[in-house]
């Protein structure tokens, strides 16, 4: 008895199918690998933005204090805070921002997303203001004081007479005691001489 015997035609079609089959299972699986790389990039790439944002915000405040403690003028303490806080916003809308111009017209874009940079632009310059609003009311006092301050010693400087210090009162009024002690002494010698010849 023959065994049977495919034809080579057959043999041909049946493998290429086989290989279609391969090559359709692999596409898809490369496909899933790629899109779940994409968006674990995606998660990391958000999660990364929100600790850059966290990071700014407190490193604002920080920073200002750090400004304020060496004794860095105001101007420069609240444009280093409103950088630092602003800059996560910044980059957002930086990075979704285009703009194009050609011969005929122009036109410019936020991006997918904008609302996302905008809402980081106000939570910024919110943290900025609040962080550097005491330092600035403690400064405008301290320098409205000093003002005072120096307009009482200037109106002071008419006086003729000014109070000595504690010292030299306490060295005035050691003097006097003496000097009357001197007088009382030198009357009572007087006093006496006089009663002697008197007698």
């Not at 004794?71 to 602003?86: E, F, G, N, R, Y």
């Amino acid at each position: 008895m023959l065994a049977p015997h495919t034809p080579p035609e057959l043999d041909s079609v049946i493998d290429s199918e086989e290989s279609t089959q391969i090559n359709q299972e692999t596409v898809r699986y490369l496909s899933h690998i790629e899109t779940k790389l994409y968006a674990d990039i995606q998660a990391r790439k958000r999660i990364d933005s929100g600790l850059l944002f966290i990071a700014c915000q407190f490193s604002s405040c920080s920073l200002s204090w750090l400004l304020f403690e060496l004794q860095v003028t105001l101007s420069i303490i609240q444009v280093a805070s409103a950088v630092v806080s602003l800059l996560p916003g910044l980059i957002d809308v930086g990075d979704s921002f285009s703009f194009s111009i050609s011969s005929e017209s122009w036109e410019f874009t936020l991006g997918q997303k904008p609302l996302i940079g905008i809402i980081k632009l106000l939570i910024g310059g919110a943290v900025s203001l609040q962080g550097t609003s005491k330092i600035t009311t403690e400064i405008i006092n301290t320098q409205s004081q000093i003002a005072q301050t120096y307009n009482e010693i200037r109106s002071s400087e008419g006086l003729s007479f000014q109070l000595p210090n504690m010292g030299l009162s306490l060295l005035i009024g050691l003097s006097a005691v003496a000097l009357i002690g001197i007088f009382k002494k030198f009357s009572n010698t007087d006093n006496t001489g006089v009663n002697q010849n008197e007698d």
